[in-house]
């Protein structure tokens, strides 16, 4: 009876002691929840989280701070993905954060003064441009955050929204011949 | 005889062909206009190098190829460009793509061009030739020949030509090869010179002894050496690049890899046709066979004019009126197109006329009941009721684990499915949304490192202004030091006192910030003298830069309406 | 928008339910002609059972009634459900059986295709739990002579419960020889001495043995038609005969031949109609492999050692949980990835 108590013992602190080596040893750097939220959310940059990006947003999602559906550019499915990832329930967005299309900045290049304030704004360097001279994004980088509206003084900067075109169009999910089944 | 091997599955659809194997080929008639995309092969869109209301001549390079993998794009005839703009194209997505539209003038007027000896030409500039006469693979793939026609590190054993031509109603390549069997067979010695490759085998279906004597026959008159024309049993999908090669040689070319890879090179018989135009006569792409069959009075094949409107040729084999859409290709994997004003490509091998009598609408799907008959006749050796399942539960990692990608598309499965679900669309779905999304965290990997370099970017340019700060707040102490000090202020003296030593630098910083802010406030309203020559240059230039953002904002705001209402 | 491919074959699952149902009718014919025309009205009963039952799960699940109600699957079921059962069973059991299998074990977990287990065998399972007794009067076959009742007389106990005055119901029912044989080993006889008792045929039960041939000829003509595939009949029959084999070769004083066990109870009619039910069986030929020898093996176990004169049902049940599994284990390699070189 005894000596079974003391292998117990033994095995315990002998798994202990390599769970505990282990934990030292494969210590993850960083806060890999936080890593992980970030992969999912979009890296829009837009802050209509009401965080100042992607990151923070993150953070504060990790933290219990923020609900999960405060990301209007991620979409709903943004939504499932943070619902799947944390193992909590589907919220819906709330009142008037619902997503828009996806678009991108264009500048007037008549109207702009060369003012760099958007270029200040823009969260990823999508405008290229120096002080005095016109400005003009970079379409394949800019995120369609917005950003860069508000500041421009002359309101040169509009977003468009970015059509389908033949290299990103997209096969539907079948529904026609499901549709067929249910109207009979 | 040769031992053929097999491939898994394949289904027997009626084959529709002896409709337009009848007529000998015949030419199209000159369109009222033609409308050629500039995007027909893979790679990248070509660039367009007319303008509109110029002349061009027939054969002359009105698209140029872009990067490496790309292809020129040529006047059909010779006419004046009326257009370049978007236009319907042959795609199933029915968006609209760069054309360039060409009105011709009738004369069919050629640009100087001659051929050049094979054997006398260094391989590059022969691949360089190809490209420039826009070859590409007229199979389907239109992959450009002068990227295949090169055998990298790899040794090349086995050219595959393919006249197999598996797909139901399509006869182009047969007639093809009915008619022109010389020009396929020297075409395809010069791709073999270009692979160095050993032996060149011809694989035809035997439900077309016509083709097979015909290029027999051309192989024993032109003494062809290492060629041999092999007829492979009829079965669908035999004519796909693996799955001849699989029957002619036993290799198996697994999704993702190159055949060359594994010592083989496959081209279609139209494509050794046009390598052999090219090369021999300077002749670029300008039209190809396009079988017209389907719906029609009298179907044939034709010798179309590229950028030719579909309309106007499915009109010369009297369509006929019931005909509700046009399908390009076979009716296994060809194209439902959403217009007839579309142009023929490179691609457009068969133009089927289809009406509900013809190709009734599939009844209604029913789930799928695992009876496995898809995963008995798919070429793939896939599962196709698994890969059914993941694709409707859009478990997109579950689908690829199961070699979603490795799906030729060629609808054997949807072809034999009891409860007629729309497989395939379901596969090309998955792939695509799979495409999609590695696009986009393409997307959002590219904005996430870009963040972080700007508040990297951000971070470091605060120290370096804190660190310039911070230095001249030490010879501004230093000044004050060598004067009398009026009034020290206590604030400065308490904190160093008071903080947390790691803050110490932070709150010299900010305080330096607010002094100086303060010495400003202080400063202005009353002696200017206090400020020195470079504060006071600085803020000239600021006032001057205000001013004239004011002046041209106010400018620029009045001049906003006319491009704007130019733009709408 | 409609996407290739735009021809398909003139196949469809109704057709090929219908088949199957067709294959069925060589074994219903011999039955009838053993033990009398009572099963066609069983068979009858269920049908229109199955049907209503059908209709109302979809009209519930809001599920479009006429492609469903015509792709004839409910209707196999209730076939199978109806000859896996005494032929004499009371009216309220064949009702109960099938629409349990059809509501429970086939709607509730998503309709066609979706079952994971084999409906019929889920319906004869619960009979069997929940009436023994009434699934051990079998009628005996004419060749036994012996009192025979009437079609009539035989409809008045199926519906009424009543039996012809003076005759009980053992006198016109027995054991299946499955049972008998159970019973009799159990109280000590050799299968030889058994084997003698007039029940017995050539090779199984008399008048069971050649409705077991009946099933047998409709199972090949579903094979030859490949509506079947014989991954699934023969890794069944072989296991079952090669673990039978082995038993009687080692004590054949306690353990009958394997041919025995081919002709007698469900495995014929298992072998070519159960087993083979796409939807709850694997679709990988390896996995069919496994998942039939799985069978056949458990089949015998249960008919040997186990509590029920016959094994096919719960073999079959207990084979349709690792299917999943099965299929996820076996699956192939793909063209140009099998390895092992060019
Ligand atoms: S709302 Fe904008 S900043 Fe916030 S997580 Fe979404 S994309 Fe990022
Ligand atoms: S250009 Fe404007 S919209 Fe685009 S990422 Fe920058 S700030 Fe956002
Ligand atoms: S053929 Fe159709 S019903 Fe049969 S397993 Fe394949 S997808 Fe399912
Ligand atoms: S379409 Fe794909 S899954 Fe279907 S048979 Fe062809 S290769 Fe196999």
């Known amino acids: 009876m005894i000596s079974a108590l003391w292998v117990m013992v033994g095995i315990s602190l002998l798994l202990g002691a390599v769970l505990g080596f282990s934990a030292i040893k494969f210590k993850v750097e960083g806060n890999p929840l936080v890593e992980k939220i970030d992969a999912v959310l979009p890296q829009t940059q837009c802050g209509q989280c009401g965080y100042p990006g992607c990151k923070p947003y993150a953070e504060a999602i990790a933290k219990g701070e923020a609900g999960i559906n405060k990301c209007p550019p991620g979409g709903d499915e943004g939504i499932h993905k943070l619902a799947d990832l944390l193992g909590v329930e589907y919220v819906p967005f709330g009142e008037g954060t619902a997503p828009k299309p996806k678009a991108v900045a264009f500048i007037d290049e008549q109207t702009c003064i060369g003012c760099t304030l958007c270029l200040q704004a823009c969260p990823v360097d999508a405008i290229v441009g120096a002080a005095k001279q016109m400005h003009t994004i970079i379409a394949a980088e800019c995120t369609g955050c917005e950003l860069c509206i508000a500041p421009c003084p002359v309101d040169c900067i509009s977003m468009l929204p970015l059509g389908e075109d033949i290299s990103s169009w997209k096969w539907q999910y079948p529904t026609i011949p499901l549709v067929q089944v249910a109207a009979q | 005889m040769r031992p053929l091997f097999k491939f898994h599955g394949g289904v027997h659809p009626p084959t529709h062909k002896a409709e337009s194997t009848g007529r000998p080929i015949a030419q199209a008639a000159l369109p009222s206009k033609l409308v050629i995309p500039l995007h027909q092969h893979v790679g990248n869109r070509a660039v367009p190098v007319v303008q509109v209301g110029e002349r061009v001549l027939k054969g002359q390079v009105i698209g140029r190829p872009e990067g490496r993998l790309s292809s020129a794009v040529h006047a059909s005839t010779s006419g004046t460009v009326s257009a370049i703009d978007m236009q319907l194209v042959a795609h199933q997505s029915g968006l609209p793509d760069l054309c360039i539209t060409l009105i011709p003038d009738g004369k069919d007027e050629w640009i100087a061009h001659s051929g050049v000896d094979y054997r006398q030409t260094a391989h590059t500039d022969l691949r360089h030739l190809l490209r420039q006469a826009g070859v590409v693979g007229l199979g389907g793939a239109v992959f450009p020949s002068d990227m295949k026609s090169y055998s990298h590190k790899h040794q090349i054993r086995t050219l595959v030509i393919n006249g197999a031509e598996c797909e139901p109603y399509i006869t182009c390549d047969d007639m093809l090869m009915r008619e022109r069997a010389g020009d396929i067979l020297r075409g395809a010695e010069v791709l073999r010179e270009l692979l160095y490759a050993e032996e060149v085998l011809i694989g035809i279906e035997d439900n077309k002894p016509e083709a097979i004597a015909a290029m027999q026959q051309a192989v024993l008159e032109d003494k062809h050496a290492h060629m041999e024309v092999i007829a492979v049993p009829t079965l669908y999908p035999g004519g796909g690049a693996k799955q001849l090669i699989r029957v002619l040689t036993g290799i198996e070319v697994a999704a993702g890899v190159r055949s060359t890879e594994m010592g083989v090179q496959c081209f279609n018989v139209a494509t050794a046709y046009c390598v052999w135009r090219a090369i021999a006569f300077g002749e670029p792409l300008l039209s190809r066979i396009v079988t017209v069959t389907g719906n029609v009075e009298h179907a044939q094949n034709f010798e179309v004019l590229l950028g030719t409107p579909v309309d106007e040729l499915v009109a010369q084999a009297g369509s006929k009126p019931?005909?509700?859409r046009h399908i390009m290709g076979g009716p296994m994997m060809g194209v439902d197109l959403p217009s007839g004003s579309v142009g023929v490509t490179k691609a457009t091998n068969c133009i089927i006329e289809a009406s509900s009598r013809l190709f009734p609408p599939p009844p209604p799907a029913l789930p799928c009941i695992r009876c496995t008959r898809c995963a008995d006749v798919c070429p793939a050796e896939l599962q196709p009721q698994d890969l059914y399942w993941f694709a409707k539960a859009r478990d997109f990692g579950k689908a690829q684990e199961y070699h979603l990608f490795d799906c030729i598309e060629c609808g054997a499965c949807a072809y034999v499915c009891p409860s007629h679900i729309p497989l395939v669309q379901y596969y090309r779905f998955a792939k695509s949304e799979i495409w999609q999304r590695e696009r986009e965290a393409q997307a959002a990997e590219l904005a996430r490192e870009r963040h972080e370099f700007r508040l990297m970017r951000i971070e470091r340019e605060k120290q370096e202004k804190a660190e310039r700060l911070a230095q001249k707040e030490k010879a501004a102490l230093a000044a004050k030091a060598s004067a009398p000090a009026p009034n020290p202020e206590p604030a400065i003296a308490a904190a160093p006192a008071t903080a947390d030593p790691d803050d110490t630098l932070q709150m010299r910083i900010d305080a330096a910030v607010a002094r100086a802010k303060e010495q400003a406030a202080a400063a202005q309203p009353k002696n200017t003298d206090a400020l020195t020559a470079e504060q006071q240059a600085e803020i000239d230039a600021i006032e001057a830069r205000r001013a004239k953002i004011r002046e041209m904002a106010a400018h620029a705001g009045a001049d906003d309406e006319p491009p704007k209402s130019n733009q709408g | 928008m409609w996407s290739s491919p735009f021809i398909t074959q003139p196949s469809s699952v109704s057709q090929i339910m219908l088949r199957v149902l067709l294959a069925l009718i060589p074994g219903i014919a011999l039955y009838v002609w053993y033990f009398g025309p009572a099963i066609l009205v069983s068979i009858a009963l269920a049908s229109v059972t199955a049907l209503a039952t059908e209709a109302i799960m979809l009209k519930l699940r809001n599920r479009p009634i006429k492609p469903f109600l015509s792709d004839n699957s409910a209707l196999l079921t209730a076939w199978l459900l109806a000859l896996s059962i005494p032929p004499l069973a009371p009216w309220w059991m064949v009702v109960v059986g099938t629409a349990f299998a059809i509501a429970i074990s086939k709607h509730l977990y998503g309709g066609l295709g979706n079952n994971p287990f084999n409906p019929a065998m889920i319906g004869y399972a619960v009979?069997?739990?929940?009436?023994?007794?009434?699934?051990?009067?079998?009628?005996?076959?004419?060749?036994?002579?012996?009192?025979?009742?009437?079609?009539?007389?035989?409809?008045?106990?199926?519906?009424?419960?009543?039996?012809?005055?003076?005759?009980?119901?053992?006198?016109?029912?027995?054991?299946?020889p499955l049972d008998t044989l159970k019973t009799q080993l159990h109280l000590g006889l050799s299968v030889d001495s058994i084997r003698d008792m007039p029940i017995y045929g050539h090779l199984a039960g008399k008048g069971s043995e050649m409705v077991a041939i009946g099933f047998a000829i409709g199972g090949l003509y579903l094979l030859f038609i490949r509506i079947i595939s014989w991954h699934l009949p023969v890794a069944f029959l072989a296991a079952l005969f090669a673990t039978a084999g082995v038993f009687h070769l080692v004590d054949p004083v306690h353990y009958v031949t394997p041919l025995f066990h081919w002709f007698s109870g469900a495995a014929m009619l298992g072998a070519f109609f159960i087993l083979t039910d796409p939807v709850t069986s694997p679709t990988t030929a390896r996995g069919k492999l496994i998942f039939a020898a799985g069978a056949g093996l458990l089949t015998y176990l249960i008919r040997a050692f186990g509590g029920y004169p016959d094994g096919m049902a719960f073999a079959t049940l207990l084979m349709n949980i690792c299917v999943p599994l099965i299929d996820a284990w076996t699956q192939p390699k793909v063209f140009g990835k099998k390895g092992g070189g060019k």
């Open chain 2, 322 to 324: 019931d005909t509700e």
């Open chain 3, 127 to 176: 009979l069997i739990i929940s009436f023994p007794v009434h699934m051990t009067h079998w009628l005996t076959p004419h060749a036994l002579g012996g009192t025979e009742l009437t079609f009539g007389e035989q409809l008045g106990y199926m519906f009424n419960g009543a039996l012809p005055a003076g005759l009980t119901l053992d006198a016109v029912t027995m054991a299946t």
